[in-house]
């Protein structure tokens, strides 16, 4: 379960605002067309509905981190007590397996609610500026939900109103026209929000303007629209009201959740029981559960401090030609070589514990300090520090907002675009990735420091920069495995990088859609399966 602070106060004058006859009303589980859908604040409580929806996508699962879990099937991480996740990337998945069912139904249940609200709140009477706004935020969250199933499945039924026994079986539509829809409900919505500086301390949660053009020009990037991309990520900065919050480390904790530099986000808060909040940040004790573990390869991509990576650079300490090794539960020197870990890129330390690191709970050692040993307990001895509330590292109920999108993704979002057109100012695109690099916490040297003043790099060289940039501000924010998808990398990210369980295997096609959930078909009389699957 989890709490969206949101709604608290509009559920509480629901709940409050009855008088001696409160036992006579209907019940909100028992809530019917005949008595719901009258009022303004019916109409509140349908919007805190898809709201919820909207925040599965971030606490389901068997450990409760939604769409997190999908950096373990990237070259990023990998799942530490397994999962039918990883059937995935081992090419053994089927229309059978569970993890493709849940996604699917998933999104499709934020889908049917947003379908009832919009068709339902259409044709209520109330303020009608506040009935446009509502609207255009489901059309948001919608087009959220189709986003994600046109990435992953391609061709999937487009239901644009409530089924009924009549209207239950929908044939598959083509992922073009599920773009198509998506961008215009996204650029419909988008005249009707309010600006981030017009919302009200009381509605924080609730999309803005801003959340609309940042998702529309993902939509765009995600299906290489480049041009169109680049200027939807322009009207977010033209807002001049974004900017990046000064403290990469403490951005993912409660106290940036309402910084500039936070668009969308799924919001949480501490429950009155365990596990209402969010528990992707999660900590048991003195070590980490391993279900998501960094991998060797994200550790090494972290460059110098002096901008170049660590097989070019002179500041590396660590042993360059050593090479991680798992075998019958031991670790080999390379996952136990802490000069590896010197001299990094200050984002390495905000976002992920390395071994025998300091940390608030560890092995305390003869000089007094504390220090993380995560033993056997993952095999490469790192975990994802990002997200996790260092203050009580018993938690598994987090009040931790997790970011849908953010000021930083605008940026590299605008800089990928302008690249891969092939005209782009050169000057602004470097100085999109240097905003990133000059953060005041991470301050690692631009781009014309690294490469020098005089030369000009080419598209290609911009767009690697651009990739390096995309992995390391954005890990373990769920965006890797679309990015791999969409550059054309999940091969290589999947058959050149050393994983201690679990091999994996490319599938060519097949590894880039997936197939359609077979208990969907067998109730779908009209729906078939994906051609790569039949």
Request: hydrophobic share 35%.
């Amino acid at each position: 379960m989890k709490t969206n602070i949101l709604f608290i106060s509009v559920i509480f004058l629901f709940a409050t605002s009855c008088s001696d006859s409160f036992l006579d009303r209907t019940s909100l589980n028992n809530i019917s067309e005949d008595t719901f859908w009258k009022t303004e604040e019916d109409a509140l409580l349908g919007l805190a509905g898809c709201y919820d929806t909207f925040q599965s996508m971030y606490y389901e699962g068997p450990w409760g981190i939604g769409i997190m879990q999908y950096e373990a099937i990237t070259d990023n991480a990998y799942f530490g007590w397994g999962h039918s996740l990883d059937d995935i990337c081992r090419g053994i998945h089927t229309p059978q397996t569970g993890v493709i069912y849940d996604f699917f139904k998933m999104h499709y249940k934020g889908i049917a609610r947003c379908n009832k609200f919009i068709t339902n709140v259409e044709s209520m009477v109330f303020d009608e500026a506040k009935k446009r706004r509502m609207l255009a935020e489901v059309k948001v969250l919608r087009a959220n939900h189709y986003m994600h199933l046109s990435m992953t499945f391609g061709d999937v039924p487009l239901i644009t109103e409530p089924q009924t026994v009549i209207n239950a079986n929908v044939p598959k539509t083509s992922r073009e026209s599920i773009v198509s829809f998506i961008i215009n409900d996204l650029k419909e919505a988008a005249t009707a929000l309010p600006t981030q500086d017009r919302i009200a301390g009381g509605e924080y949660g609730r999309l803005s303007k801003g959340a609309a053009l940042g998702l529309l020009a993902r939509v765009y990037l995600y299906n290489d629209m480049f041009t169109e991309a680049a200027k939807a990520a322009k009207d977010v900065i033209d807002m001049n009201y974004y900017e990046l919050y000064p403290d990469y480390g403490r951005l993912f904790t409660p106290e940036a959740e309402q910084s500039k530099e936070i668009i969308m986000s799924a919001c949480f808060e501490r429950g009155i029981k365990p596990r209402e909040g969010t528990r992707i940040g999660r900590w048991k004790g003195i070590v980490p559960p391993p279900f998501i573990v960094p991998l060797p390869d994200l550790l090494d991509d972290y460059y110098c401090i002096d901008g170049l990576p660590i097989d070019k650079s002179p500041l590396f300490k660590g042993d360059i030609t050593q090479q991680p090794i798992y075998k019958d539960n031991v670790h080999n020197d390379f996952l136990k070589d802490t000069q590896r870990y010197v001299n990094r890129d200050p984002r390495m330390g905000f976002s992920i514990i390395t071994h025998r690191t300091p940390w608030i709970k560890g092995e305390i050692i003869e000089n007094g300090q504390v220090l993380y040993d995560a033993k056997n307990y993952t095999l490469t001895r790192c975990h994802f520090r990002k997200w996790v509330e260092e203050t009580d590292l018993e938690m598994e109920d987090m009040p931790q907002d997790v970011y849908t999108l953010r000021y930083a993704d605008i940026l590299l979002m605008r800089a990928e675009a302008l690249v891969r057109t092939g005209n782009y100012d050169y000057d602004e695109v470097l100085g999109l990735i240097n905003q990133i690099r000059q953060r005041p916490t991470v301050m690692m040297p631009i781009v014309q420091d690294v490469e020098g003043k005089t030369k000009r790099l080419n598209s290609d060289e911009l767009f690697e920069i651009i990739k390096h940039e995309r992995r390391i501000e954005l890990v373990y924010e769920g965006h890797r495995y679309y990015d791999l998808i969409r550059w054309g990398e999940l091969e290589r990210a999947w058959g050149e990088i050393f994983v201690p369980v679990n091999l994996r295997h490319y599938l060519g096609q097949k590894s880039l859609v997936w197939p359609l959930p077979e208990k969907e078909i067998e109730i779908n009389d009209l729906l078939e399966q994906n051609e790569l699957w039949k």
